[in-house]
């Protein structure tokens, strides 16, 4: 069961802005550990979009750009394209999984 | 970027048993971490537990623990996932990724590897 909530579903225009929360607890986020994002496109194994709360890996585009205060974290998509239509996860760690890895409920991200 | 190659798709039954794969072609294998990530049918990722292949420690989800058994061959460069009595709820896709240190972001993943169980 996953301690990371994230919203089911954002949509948006092409050119718009989205962002995805992950809401977290004093035992993950809140406890200090970084919070990276993957995106999942049909039928294919998740890659790496955003590590340690805020950067991005070589290759990704810089519309995408990650944020963390308190408990949460967010992922937000500037300039909306057709490709970024995929499901998003933030991921972290948490002390009550005994320091288990543990992913967010994902969202689907829908491009109109 | 580092390759990690899983095992090919497995229909098998209830009951059955069954160990897939994930290989290396790295020469760091020993230095870092391998997960295991599930993702039922049409349903989100889960992080079954991580194996440090230096040591073999091997660190589980709660959720997880004595549901499958992780364990490598470092000779092989291979981490393995496996059952020893399958039930129809383990049908999904797994993955396999590695982590540098405890903490750290999943970098690398395998392509997969599609389970089915079914009577």
């Known amino acids: 069961q996953s301690e990371l909530t994230q919203p089911p579903s954002v949509s948006g225009a092409p050119g718009q802005r989205v962002t995805i929360s992950c809401t977290g607890s004093?035992?993950?986020?809140?406890?200090?550990?970084?919070v990276h994002w993957y995106q999942q496109l049909p039928g294919t194994a998740p890659k790496l979009l955003i590590y340690?709360?805020?950067n991005r890996p070589s290759g990704v585009p810089d519309r995408f750009s990650g944020s963390k205060s308190g408990t949460s974290a967010s992922l937000a998509i500037t300039g909306l394209q057709a490709e970024d239509e995929a499901d998003y996860y933030c991921?972290?760690?948490?002390?009550?999984?005994?320091?288990?890895?543990?992913f967010g409920t994902g969202t689907k991200v829908t491009v109109l | 970027e580092v390759q990690l190659v899983q095992s090919g798709a497995k229909v098998k039954k209830p009951g059955e048993s069954l160990k897939i794969s994930c290989q290396e072609f790295?020469?760091?294998?020993?230095?870092?971490?391998i997960a295991w990530v599930r993702q039922m049918p049409g349903k989100g990722l889960e992080w079954m537990g991580s194996i440090f292949p230096g040591d073999s420690e091997v660190r589980y989800s709660p959720s997880f623990q004595g549901q499958a058994i992780i364990s490598v061959d470092r000779s092989l460069r291979t981490a393995y996932l496996q059952w020893s009595s399958l039930r129809a709820s383990d049908t999904a896709v797994y993955y396999c990724?590695?982590?540098?240190?405890?903490?750290?972001?999943?970098?690398?993943w395998g392509q997969g590897t599609l389970v089915t169980v079914s009577s």
């Open positions: 340690d709360d805020t």
């Open positions: 990724a590695r982590h540098i240190a405890w903490k750290d972001p999943l970098k690398s």
């Open positions: 991921q972290s760690y948490d002390t009550g999984l005994s320091g288990s890895g543990v």
């Open positions: 790295d020469d760091t294998f020993t230095n870092h971490w």
């Open positions: 004093s035992s993950n986020i809140g406890a200090g550990y970084r």
